[in-house]
T-cell receptor, first 113, second 113 residues
Framework: KAGVTQTPRYLIKTRGQQVTLSCSPI?????VSWYQQTPGQGLQFLFE???????NKGNFPGRFSGRQFSNSRSEMNVSTLELGDSALYLC????????????FGPGTRLTVL | KQEVTQIPAALSVPEGENLVLNCSFT??????LQWFRQDPGKGLTSLLL?????REQTSGRLNASLDKSSGRSTLYIAASQPGDSATYLC????????????FGQGTELSVKP
């Protein structure tokens, strides 16, 4: 069974631009969560989607948004990029809820110049 | 507010040693606790998930224990190998944290040949 895939793997953007990251969960998984990982803050939860609905949201500004499609694939968007948005963005999928085992993708490394 | 702490932050051991990684959490109202492994620049690999009603889980050379009342978990690695070198993260899924995993900062393990 294929694992969680994320595209693109690397991105370089400049301040003020916007970016869209994509996550394809493991087949049959309906929950997708997004995390931001930085050296200073570690792993921080962004949001979780289940059946195309945002179920939970972390403490990030409104510039961070996401959505989930009917095939469970998810995208997250960051608008008006800031230098501090440089991070590894990880998505995780699980069968139904966040209480199930979380399977993580390889991440998208975003660099904002 | 749930906080997860991992000690030590870094650990270097010779090959073949048995070792213990520690994880503590402040709020005992958890659904489960997961241990992950992260190789440099990569995503997270789930190692073990312990439900709140369980005391331990084992997988190969890995054994994780959970003492919910004292807010502690340990990950025991037997007969360590250089391939075990990675950062090990523990994360709890709390009742009171809006349905998300709360991560510790990780223990960076180096196993020397």
């Amino acid at each position: 069974k294929a694992g969680v895939t994320q595209t693109p793997r690397y991105l370089i953007k400049t301040r003020g631009q916007q970016v869209t990251l994509s996550c394809s969960p493991i087949s049959g998984h309906r929950s997708v969560s997004w995390y931001q990982q930085t050296p200073g803050q570690g792993l921080q939860f962004l949001f979780e989607y289940f059946s195309e609905t945002q179920r939970n949201k972390g403490n990030f500004p409104g510039r961070f948004s996401g959505r989930q499609f009917s095939n469970s694939r998810s995208e997250m968007n960051v608008s008006t990029l800031e230098l501090g948005d440089s991070a590894l963005y990880l998505c995780a999928s699980s069968v139904t809820t966040g209480t199930d085992t979380q399977y993580f993708g390889p991440g998208t490394r975003l660099t904002v110049l | 507010k749930q906080e997860v702490t991992q000690i030590p932050a870094a650990l270097s051991v010779p090959e073949g040693e048995n070792l213990v990684l520690n994880c503590s959490f402040t709020d005992s109202a958890i659904y489960n606790l997961q241990w992950f492994r992260q190789d440099p620049g990569k995503g997270l690999t789930s190692l073990l998930l312990i439900q709140s009603s369980q005391r331990e889980q084992t997988s190969g050379r890995l054994n994780a224990s959970l003492d919910k009342s004292s807010g502690r978990s340990t990950l025991y690695i037997a007969a360590s190998q250089p391939g075990d070198s990675a950062t090990y993260l523990c994360a709890v899924f709390s009742y009171n944290q809006g349905g998300k995993l709360i991560f510790g900062q990780g223990t960076e393990l180096s196993v020397k040949p």
